[in-house]
């Protein structure tokens, strides 16, 4: 999973709060930039890279625990594989 990043779809209030989990295609010879466009097909230039890097552990998520009820089920059917 080494080639997925993490980035947080954000709310545009004060409050800054994550409404949505997605996963991106690393940047072409980067690691912990997203590339133009999440799995879903959404652009990523607003969003936030979060700090977690998943796991290339088999059956580890692709996203942080915590996020896991905010996840896109498009980019976690993408990032599975699926």
């Known amino acids: 999973m080494s080639g997925i990043v993490v980035v947080y779809e954000m709310s545009g209030d004060d409050e ?40 290339g552990d088999p059956g580890s998520p692709w996203y942080p625990p915590q996020d896991a009820s905010r996840i896109c089920p498009t980019c976690d059917d993408a990032a599975d594989g699926g």
């Open 16 to 55: 800054r709060s994550v409404l949505r989990v997605h996963a991106a295609p690393a940047a072409p010879g980067m690691t912990t930039v997203p590339g133009p466009r999440t799995f879903c097909g959404r652009d990523t230039f607003a969003m936030e890279a979060a700090s977690w890097t998943p796991s």
